[in-house]
Structures are given as C-alpha cells and as structure tokens.
C-alpha cells in the first residue's frame, strides 16, 4: 500500500535531467583539466587536425599521401622560427593571458563594416584547436576553443605553448611540426634554419596547402619579407622570457 506513496515521491524528470547533465559538465571539467594537465608533459601523440587530415586522406584515396611529423623539444628548434611565427601571427603572445582583445575587437569591427574578417586568433588559441577541436565556425567550437585556452594558459608555461605549436602547427599539406617541415622543404635539421627559412615556413602558415615553402610564390615571398621586418623590429628579446637560454648560459 506504501509503493504509491514512494512513486509518488520520485523526483521529477527534469531534475533527473538536471542532474545528469550537472555530472556530465563536472566529468568533462574534469577530464579536460587532467588532459591538459598532462600534455603539460607528455608529447601529444597525435592532434585532431592530423588525425581529421589522415581520415580524409583515406576517404579520398589520395595516392601518396602520408602524415609527416616528428617531435622535438624547444631547444632543437632554431630560435629563429619561434620569433617567426610570433611575428607572424601573434605578436602579444609573450603578454596577452590567450586571447587579443584588440585584435578580437577589430575582427568584429571588420564584420560589422562588411569588410572581410581578419584573423584574431592567438597561438594559444590554435594549439587548443589544433590538439582539441574540429574546423569551423559554430559556436560550440568557439566555446570550447575559449574553455581549452584558458586551461592551456594557467596550466602551461609559455614556453610549452610555443613548444607544442611548433610541433602541430601545419607548414604543408600533411607536414606538421618545425622539425618535418624543416627537412622536407630545407633539407636540415629545425635547429640548423637561417633567418630567411624561418620567416618563410611563417609565411605559408595562413594556408599551407596552397602555399609552399620549397616553391615560394610571390606572396609568400612578400610575406616573408615582411615577416623578416617584424622580427627585426621585435629583436630576440622580445621571446627572452619565453625560450630557454643558449646551451652555453645553461650550462654556467
């Protein structure tokens, strides 16, 4: 006569509701942070836009194609190619907490005016898309693009931001990573790039499977002379605090 009574005083569907969806957020908080927290240290093994480039590889049966990258520590990266890419496409990086809020504000302006949008994306940002997310332009990839960000800056130094973006950023189609890039389009190890190699593998970045590196076009070449031109104006002090000292100040 009592199981009425109790029917009756089960909770309703919508707190049922509730509470999952409660559990699920704290177990993706969770499950974010210990990722992110351990890519801190460990190498990422892949990326999700290497693993979508593979995938779409495979479905395309594009003959020849293979997923170029190989790891390697900041300190086997010419310092050149950190201030390049900084140059290139993130000047703030050393300051900003993640996000450019000028350069956010004059997206939206663009939008705004009708005028074609620019990039206001900072590394910190592409490392989280680049490790985390899909391409594109919802909402829910901007939301939880913002939400990696923020847990790559306050866990990571930035040291290990500019370390894993050099590894996963693309400078070919299906070349990924300072290390790859260099040998296929240089022949020489990321270490041994001159000036000019680093500030033309910055170049191609906005979209390196039209651009090429080994076979510069005509605006990759007046991108790298710009790019050349920033680096000079920022001077290797600009990344003082962010890359590791010479071999020989580390050993003093």
Do not use: C
């Amino acid at each position: 006569m009592q199981r009425p009574a109790a029917a009756s005083r089960r909770r309703p569907w919508w707190r049922r509701l509730l509470r999952l969806a409660a559990w699920s957020v704290a177990g993706f908080v969770a499950l974010s942070v210990l990722l992110v927290a351990t890519l801190r240290i460990v190498p990422p093994p892949t990326t999700a836009f290497v693993t979508a480039r593979a995938i779409d590889a495979w479905r395309a049966g594009t003959p020849g194609f293979r997923i170029d990258r190989q790891w390697v520590p900041l300190t086997q990266i010419a310092p050149e190619l950190a201030l390049a890419v900084v140059a290139a496409e993130d000047q703030k990086f050393p300051t900003h907490g993640g996000f450019d809020l000028d350069a956010i504000g004059s997206a939206l302006a663009d939008r705004d005016t009708g005028r074609r949008m620019r990039g206001a994306s900072t590394i910190s940002q592409q490392v989280a898309k680049n490790l985390f997310l899909w391409s594109g332009r919802s909402w829910l990839r901007k939301g939880l693009e913002a939400w990696f960000t923020v847990l790559i800056e306050l866990l990571w130094p930035k040291s290990r931001i500019l370390e894993v973006y050099l590894n996963v950023a693309e400078f070919g189609d299906g070349i990924y990573g300072a290390e790859a890039a260099a040998r296929r389009h240089f022949g020489r190890a990321a270490a041994d790039l001159r000036r000019a190699e680093a500030a033309r593998l910055a170049a191609v970045l906005p979209n390196p499977r039209i651009y090429v590196a080994s076979r510069p076009s005509r605006y990759v070449l007046t991108r790298q002379r710009w790019i050349e031109r920033q680096m000079g104006q920022l001077g290797p002090a600009w990344l003082a605090g962010v890359l590791p000292p010479p071999a020989g100040q580390r050993a003093q």
